[in-house]
């Protein structure tokens, strides 16, 4: 099958062409330097994505996190419902580990703002 991608290495934005069967890469062109080869080789194979999220905070406004970098996409909805079900002790700081190895990924859930106060985080 053919597919077709942009490259988001830099701003030039290549555009890259491959022809990929059955998860392998048979053919790929359209890179113009290794870091895009990287990257199409990556989105065409095992496809990552960073999260962005909130967690419900009872007594507080609600903590915005993010994986600290991408998780497999097949994995986003399982990583999702284990950063929801997330339990934090505030305070919170800016870039404080929340969750670590979230579902077995090996990438780190932090914390994209401070949260002050001593109540628990909840979700449901
Ligand atoms: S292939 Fe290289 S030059 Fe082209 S967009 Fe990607 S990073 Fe930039």
Redesign the pocket.
Known sequence: MKREIT????????L?SAEVENGSILSMSG???P???I?AKQELTTPERAITTLIRCAGATPLSVKTASGVPKAKIPECLAAIHAAKVTLPVKEGQVVLHNVCGTGVDVVATRDISGSWLMVSG
């Open positions: 490259c988001i290495g830099c701003p030039m934005g290549c890259i890179y113009t330097c870091r895009g080869e990257y």
